[in-house]
């Protein structure tokens, strides 16, 4: 395939996965997505497919249904029905029935503590977040408003050790251009605290000083929305990474008042522990978080 058009394809993939954030509380339209992006819809659905390697409805239901697993934490006075309507579904039945099938229990029975058992055992398919024995009680997040960061990106599908392999790639790319100017930025497409690790859309970015000149085009470029974030600050080790966010969604968000949005969250390395011998990071991890 000649670069240009992988490039075009990759653009269109991510316009169609920027609209479906965007607009996740709607009915989304497939016949208006595609004439928006002057495409057919058949071409429309297979570029996203091989992109993301799984289709647009997949995905929808995905950002859905993890959307709808904070809210329920969340907003604890919401009815279920409500949870359900913001989520954009128009029927309560459908709700509970594609709930109960991604999670395997009842919307009232994740909000009544189900969540924990379930995230539990997302975390033991990890060995090293398994023996993390890491707190994060002391953690007070400061409230920041971040500006849209541009980067260039590879993502990675899974939550696992290759990920090192995804970031060596980066670094290559970074030197062979000589760009010093630079910061590390993950992105987490999917929750991995609720998410089979190895469903998870993982996005590994740098984002270069705008003073910078960069004459390669080898790796696409995306953009890391903007918006009101709560940051938390964190230096541990890599296993403690997937115990962190079980914390953040599970602990301190339901208790902060605060409401996350569907916009991903992501984390800017200070020490990136996949390029550490130690295994150690440091970071500022970012929610998106409205009140």
């Known amino acids: 395939m000649k670069k240009r058009t992988l490039e075009k394809r990759v653009q269109v993939a991510n316009d169609i996965m920027y609209y479906i954030y965007t607009h996740i509380d709607t009915n989304i339209d497939m016949q208006e997505l595609s004439e928006d992006l002057k495409i ?6 297979r570029v996203f497919k091989d992109i993301f390697s799984k289709n647009i409805y997949e995905s929808i239901k995905s950002i859905r249904l993890q959307k709808a697993s904070n809210l329920l934490l969340t907003n604890r006075y919401s009815t279920i029905t409500q949870v359900a309507n913001i989520c954009g579904y128009s029927s309560q039945t459908s709700f509970l029935r594609v709930f109960k099938e991604r999670f395997g229990m009842t919307p009232k029975e994740w909000r009544v503590g189900g969540y924990k058992s379930y995230s539990q055992q997302i975390i033991e398919q990890s060995p090293k977040a398994k023996k993390s ?6 953690i007070e997040p400061t ?11 590879i993502r990675h599908s ?9 970031w060596q790639k980066l670094q290559t790319w ?3 251009n000589n760009i010093t100017e630079f910061k590390h930025i ?4 999917d929750n991995p605290t609720i998410t089979p690790l190895d469903e998870c859309q993982y996005v590994a970015c740098i984002a270069v000083d705008t003073k910078t000149k960069v004459k390669s085009d080898r790796l696409p470029k995306f953009n890391i929305a903007d918006g009101i974030y ?11 990474m997937l115990k962190f966010m079980q914390w953040v969604y599970h602990e301190w968000l ?3 008042e605060y409401e996350t949005t569907t916009k991903p969250p992501y984390v800017i390395y200070r020490k990136n522990n996949y390029l550490s011998y130690d295994n150690e990071f440091d970071i500022s991890f970012y929610l998106s978080i409205k009140f």
Do not use: W
């Open 40 to 45: 057919s819809r058949f071409h429309m659905h």
């Open 158 to 166: 899974g939550y696992n050790a290759q990920i090192k392999q995804t």
């Open 133 to 138: 024995t890491a707190k994060f009680d002391y």
């Open 186 to 189: 993950a992105l987490f497409h």
């Open 174 to 176: 970074a030197f062979s």
């Open 254 to 256: 339901p208790k902060s």
């Open 230 to 240: 709560a940051k938390f600050d964190l230096v541990a080790k890599q296993g403690d």
């Open 143 to 153: 409230i920041v408003k971040m500006p849209l960061i541009e980067s260039y990106y």
